[in-house]
């Protein structure tokens, strides 16, 4: 995950931030890979290379979200210990959409014939499975646990990691959970529905 401060989302999302510097040890992304930026969606890493403050100009200062490359040496230097004799590496990136989020994921307001449609799915696919009911336990573990890595959540329910990151993607296709580079969250969808389920058994 590529962590910005807020101001810079606006800029990320419409194009106008296509560089970020980073007084990073190692580097933490590379070419292609597609990084989650909460809450803005998906980043995808065009380059990366290391460059000394020095050769850094006015024009990628602002394509990196600041007034001019004072600005941008003076906030490398809150960040970290930064000399000329320091390299810090420049990541060319651009937005790339809500990443694998379906479109279904956004719609959170559930009426009670939306909320049946979807535990009837969810019970077909219980139904399907060798390994016995698990959409629910699966369900209510992903939302105790945001963004965790999948081997340990399987590990919790006492499955295999690949039978398990399977799984996921079908509740996915629901609309139902969306993924991270490291582990998955309820979407807004699974959220309703699982607020739905919940006020259903107290009416009971």
């Known amino acids: 995950m590529l962590l910005f ?14 560089l970020t510097f980073r007084a990073w040890a190692k580097p933490k992304v590379k070419p292609g890979g597609r990084y989650r930026c909460h809450p803005i ?4 890493v065009d380059a990366i290379v290391r460059v000394r403050p020095s050769s850094i100009g006015d024009d990628e200062a602002r394509r990196a979200g600041f007034a001019g490359k004072g600005e941008l040496l003076a906030y490398l230097g809150e960040v970290a210990a930064l000399d000329d004799d320091r390299e810090v590496f420049r990541v060319e990136l651009h937005h790339a959409g809500d990443g694998d989020r379906v479109p279904l994921a956004l719609e959170a307001d559930l009426d009670e014939d939306r909320a049946r449609e979807i535990r009837a799915k969810l019970a077909r696919l219980d139904e399907r499975s060798g390994a016995g009911p ?14 965790t890595a999948a081997s340990r959540l399987a590990r919790t329910l006492g499955r295999e990691t690949a039978a398990f990151k399977a799984d996921v993607v079908k ?7 969306q993924s991270f580079e490291v582990g998955y969250e309820l979407s807004p969808r699974g959220v309703a529905y699982l607020e739905s389920t919940r006020s259903r058994r107290r009416a009971r």
């Open 5 to 18: 401060q807020k101001r810079f989302h606006q800029g990320l999302v419409d194009g106008t931030i296509s």
């Open 41 to 44: 969606g998906v980043l995808e």
């Open 134 to 147: 698990w959409t629910a336990r699966t369900l209510a573990l992903i939302r105790k646990q945001p963004r």
């Open 171 to 177: 509740l996915k296709k629901l609309g139902l959970t």
